[in-house]
């Protein structure tokens, strides 16, 4: 038995069931290209955070570093 779902027509017939379960309405397109675009800006906002993670590790270890060199300093050097 040939069933035709009349996927090869471009136009519906008149006794086709135009709100068909299956087909996807404007909302449902308009809502699946605005997820695109937030998974997109979330890629962006995760390298971006990856960069803020970077460059405040090198800074607390500068600020580390400056402190450990104060410290030697004041504790190495005899007081007049």
């Keep these: ?9 471009s136009q519906p017939r008149r006794g086709d069931n ?8 404007i909302i449902q397109i308009i809502a699946a290209l ?3 675009v937030c998974v997109v ?5 995760t390298g971006i955070g990856l960069i ?6 090198l800074a607390v270890a500068a600020l580390g570093f400056i402190a ?4 030697r300093r004041a ?3 005899p007081r007049p």
């Design 1 to 9: 038995m040939f069933v035709d779902h009349g996927f090869g027509r």
């Design 18 to 25: 135009v709100n068909d379960p299956m087909r996807l309405s």
């Design 34 to 36: 605005a997820a695109a």
């Design 41 to 45: 800006i979330a890629f962006i906002a």
């Design 52 to 57: 803020f993670t970077v460059f405040m590790l």
């Design 68 to 71: 450990w060199t104060a410290i």
């Design 75 to 77: 504790v190495g050097q």
